[in-house]
């Protein structure tokens, strides 16, 4: 796994057994809360809310949902007050995982990460041990299927993009700062070029090369972590070879 797009990969086709079970519709129903409390619930003023309702809007999160998450962050509807917190540890190898949850108990949450952690082969650090890492991006992935890869840089790059990355066989990268997320969207939609996938995100810096059984941990303890109701999004440095992905 060498960049962003392999793993956002797997947990586009993991999404869709989530979707079965309802859990990206809690997920998202969360975020669309704490955004609305944190900024109010009108979109043209608060960029979080807008960037999670981009979300809810790709889960196809029906509207009453949607209505209903904003009116409990804001305080129109009674809701469960939920806080942000985010983990920081070490998975098989040493790789480095940090997880951002959104949760009612912190007690509670804590237990599950830290058990989940010593259960595959990892452990739970202190806040601060692995986060400097990561830095915090916005990320699209781009199907070539159709797209002039010279029209994509300067469409990409015009609108604020920091970088365009040839990244497999299949999709181009585009990396930008957070600010500019929005603009690049907008500018490639109106180019009428197909995101496939897009996310504000935390990317690592460099990459570390794990195999064998602790990259099948590896996986093991992200998808487990991402399980996790409290548990929003989770990010590892780790390296994971393609045929240990696909075997699970």
Known sequence: MSGHSKWANIKHKKGAEDAKRGKVFTKVVKEIIVAARLGGGDPNANPRLRTVLLKAKA?????????RAIKKGTGDLEGVNYEELSYEGYGPGGVAVLVESLTDNKNRTVADVRHLFNKYNGNLGENGCVGWMFDKKGW?????????????????????AEDV?????????????????????????????????SEITMLPQNYVSISGKEAESMMKLMDALEDNDDVQKVYTNADIPDEVMDAM
Do not use: R
């Open 59 to 67: 889960a196809n999160l029906p509207k009453d949902n949607v209505e």
């Open 140 to 160: 699209f992935s781009v199907a070539k299927a159709g797209v002039d890869e010279e029209e994509l840089m300067m469409t990409a790059l015009d609108a604020g």
């Open 165 to 197: 990355k040839d990244e497999d066989d299949e999709n181009f990268e585009i990396i930008t700062a957070p600010d500019d997320y929005e603009a690049v969207k907008e500018a490639l939609e109106k180019a009428s070029i197909e995101i496939i996938d």
